[in-house]
Every structure is written in C-alpha cells, then in structure tokens.
C-alpha cells in the first residue's frame, strides 16, 4: 500500500512525469487543423531560425499565427536558460478544437450550413546535444 494521502502520490507522480522541453501553445485559433498542419508539417524538425524563415515567406494564414507561437515558444526557452543557437522544433501539432457553426438561406427557403472550424496548436522545442 503506497504512503500518504492520494493527492499527494498523485502530485508527487506528475511531478516526475512532467514536460521540462519549453513549448507554447495557441487555443481557439480560428484555422482548420488541416491547414494548420500543411504549415506545421513544413517546420517540424527545423533549427529555429529556419523555422523562422520558412514561416515569414509561407503565404498561408495559419504561418502569420504560427511564427508568433514559435516566437513565444523561442522566449520561453530562453527564460529556461537554453541557447537560442541550439534549439529546433522537436514536436509541433494541431488538435481539433469546438466548432462555430453558422447558417447561410439557400434557394426555396432552405438553410445552408456553414462550419468554421477552429484548432489548438502546440509548438515543442528542444536543445541539440
């Protein structure tokens, strides 16, 4: 039988099993996951100033939010103590997130559905060895 009270074991096991790798992450961004992961998928194992690069000159909507979370992530790691020279993305995905959905008239008098989709992205870095 383990000692102490549950909350304690409980808060003692999340303390080990917790991320240390700097990440930021964006909820509720008004982008569907699919074109949130074509520009994800274009920086995912990237040294961050790549990274960067890649997002400044990336014409899609969801580069211009996604830059700004790799730059809080980037800030985030340099609060840790880790060298802006050595990091690279090392995780960074799109989940689904809620679903606004609106109605649009259509012809004799029926309703169109439209739904925007919206996403919740996460950016993981780590430092090379």
Known sequence: MAKGHRSKIKRERNKLQRETRPSAKLSYARV???KACFVL???RGKDVQTALG???YNPRYASGLIKKLLESAIANAEVKGMNRENLYVAECYANKGPTM???QPR???SAY???KRMSHIT???DEKK
Do not use: H, N, P, Y
Request: proline share 0%.
């Open 113 to 115: 559905r439209i739904e």
């Open 32 to 34: 569907s996951v699919q």
């Open 41 to 43: 998928d274009a920086i």
């Open 123 to 125: 950016v993981v870095l």
């Open 107 to 109: 012809a004799r008098g």
């Open 101 to 103: 959905k609106r109605f």
């Open 54 to 56: 890649i997002l400044e």
